[in-house]
Structure formats: C-alpha cells, structure tokens
C-alpha cells in the first residue's frame, strides 16, 4: 500500500518571498510522484510529476520539485510567489507498476493551503 | 477543446435518497476515473472506467456505482446518501486508463442533509 504526508496544513508566506511545500511519501515499489494546484471552487490542475531521470521537475507557474529517493520525500518549491498563487496543493504518488488488472490508480495527500500574504 | 465537464455545480439531498452525478471527458480520452474529497482532504479514488467497464474500484461501498457510455461520459450513482457522502466528487479523465495525465474538472458539490 502506498500513502503520502503532507506536513504542513496551511503555511502563510509574503508575496515574493520563497516557498517550500513538504512532502513524504511510503511505497513498497517504485513510484511516480505529482504536484496538483486546486483553486477556490476548481478542480485540481496538474503542476508537475515526475516520471523518471532527473531528480529536479519543472512544472508550471514557476513551480519546481525534486524527488528524493532515500528521504522518500517530493517537496514543492518557488523562488517567489505571487498573490495569484494562494491555493491549496496536493501532492500524489502511484506505482509504477500497473495492478493483476493491469490499472494504476493515484493515492493524495491532504493538501497544504498555501496563503500569499500582500 | 471544453475539457472536462461536471454536472450539475452544487446539489442538495436529504438523507436515504438517491443522486447522480454526470461527467464529459476531455476531448480524446476515453477513460474516466471519479474521486470523493471531504471537506479538508484530499481526493479519494472511488472507481475508474474503460471501455464501459468499471475497471478498479477504491474502497467504497456498493452504494456507490457508475456507468461509462459509448461516448464515453460517465456517471456515478450513489444509492441511500448518508451524512458523511456530503463532498466535492471530482471526475478525471485520461486516455487508456493511464494516470499520468490526468485531467480533472471543477466537480460537483454534493450536500445530505
């Protein structure tokens, strides 16, 4: 079975100041990791993931992750934020491997609201 | 390209009676997964559809099933609501059942009172 940790619940931060959004994951197998950005009243919308090779992932809106394989964690970065940022993240994990069926399906952490303070 | 869409944005039930939820895939996929996410959680895999079958489910309750159409919307029916089926229910769509690109629409809030 695999599960993922978000530490932090919320975390305020001022606009254009750095930020890092933690998480762990735990899986017996090897996985793939993901970053999804939900705004008030939206769906979530897919910031990065990581698949294989570089252990740093660029995603959208200046987002960055870098997997760390012996930590077993996946945590969000961005140099400076904007106010056009306040959201809240989720980050997932999945198997690489597909299921007897031969599916995959996608276990998310609880979220962190991040609030870009003006 | 519409992406994926959800109907209806918000619905009130009373407890014991029925609900469906209704969802579009995006443009050329041709799998839809839906998920639950309680109030301060994250999402919850309920099932996933492909080719008008329920292919893997999460662990949830027979209350809970769907449908998938040769057009390939979907929609998933919860029987007998509880107070605690009260959440965001997200749909996803994707192409061959992969998950690495998912795309998600807005979902429909679902309400028991």
């Known amino acids: 079975a695999q599960s993922v940790t978000q530490l932090d619940s919320q975390v305020p931060v001022f606009e254009e100041a750095p930020v890092e959004l933690r998480c762990n994951y735990s899986?017996?197998?090897?996985?793939?990791l993901f970053w999804y950005v939900q705004y008030p009243n939206q769906g979530l919308q897919l910031l990065l993931k990581y698949l294989s090779g570089s252990t740093l992932v660029k995603g959208i809106n200046g987002f960055e992750a870098e997997f760390n394989k012996s930590q077993t964690s996946f945590h969000l970065r961005k140099p400076s934020v904007h106010i056009s940022d306040t959201a809240e993240y989720f980050c997932a994990v999945s198997d690489r491997s597909r299921n007897s069926g031969g599916y995959q399906k996608v276990t998310f952490g609880t979220g962190t609201k991040l609030q870009v303070i003006p | 390209d519409a992406g994926v869409t959800q109907s209806p944005t918000h619905l009130i039930k009373t407890r014991g009676q029925q609900v469906t939820l209704r969802c579009s895939p995006k443009?050329?996929?041709?799998?839809v997964s839906w998920y639950q996410q309680a109030l301060g959680q994250g999402p919850q895999f309920i099932f996933q559809y492909y080719e008008e079958e329920e292919r893997q489910r999460g662990n949830f309750p027979d209350r809970f099933s769907g449908h998938q159409f040769p057009n390939y919307s979907s929609e998933l029916n919860v029987n007998a609501l509880l107070l605690g089926d009260s959440a965001l229910y997200l749909c996803?769509?994707?192409f061959g059942t992969g998950i690495l690109e998912q795309y998600f629409g807005p979902g429909t809030r679902l309400t028991v009172t």
């Open positions: 996803a769509s994707s």
């Open positions: 443009s050329g996929h041709d799998t």
């Open positions: 899986s017996s197998v090897s996985v793939y």
